[in-house]
C-alpha cells in the first residue's frame, strides 16, 4: 500500500499522489505554462509500478517543493509571488556576477525558506480560487 500524499519526479514536472475521500486514488500534475498542479489520473499507474528512473522516479516533500518552485521560477507574471521568485533570481546572478560557481550555504538556506513560502502561496491561491475568490497573482503568457 502506497503511503499518501506521495510525491514524485515525473518526466518534466512534479506529480503528487493522493487519496480522494472515498479512498481512491487521484493525481495532479503540475502544469509548467501556469505553474497549477490539474487533475490528471493518467500517470498513476506508471508511478506506482516504476523503479526509479531518469523519467519517473519518488521523491521526498521537500524535493517535490523545490523541484516544483524551481519550475515556476521560470514563469512571469503579476503579484508577490513573483517578486520573490526575482529575489531567488538575484542571488544566482549575484553569485555568477562574482564568479562563484556554487552559492553559499546562507544563500541557499534563503533560497529553500523562499521556496517553501512561495509553495504555500500557491496552495492558498489554489483553495481562494476553488472557493470562488478573485486571484491574488496572476501568471503572464509570453
Known amino acids: ?15 503528487v499522489l493522493d ?11 503540475l502544469n509548467i505554462d501556469t505553474g497549477e498542479f490539474e487533475l490528471d489520473n493518467r500517470p498513476i ?6 523503479t526509479s528512473t531518469s523519467d519517473v522516479a519518488v521523491i521526498d516533500r521537500d524535493r517535490f517543493i523545490w523541484r516544483t518552485e524551481q519550475e515556476r521560477g521560470r514563469l512571469r507574471g503579476d503579484g508577490a509571488v513573483f517578486a520573490l521568485y526575482e ?15 556554487s552559492i553559499t550555504r546562507e544563500e541557499l538556506a534563503l533560497i529553500k525558506s523562499i521556496r517553501r513560502r512561495t509553495f504555500k502561496m500557491w496552495e492558498d491561491e489554489a483553495a481562494r480560487r476553488a472557493a470562488g475568490e478573485p486571484p491574488t497573482f496572476t501568471v503572464r503568457r509570453p
Open 19 to 29: 487519496t480522494d475521500p472515498e479512498g481512491n486514488w487521484v493525481g495532479h500534475r
Open 45 to 50: 499507474t506508471e508511478v506506482l509500478l516504476a
Open 87 to 101: 529575489t531567488i533570481n538575484a542571488i544566482y546572478d549575484q553569485a555568477a556576477r562574482e564568479g562563484r560557481k
Open 1 to 15: 500500500m502506497v503511503e499518501t500524499p506521495a510525491y514524485f519526479k515525473y518526466y518534466g514536472s512534479t506529480f
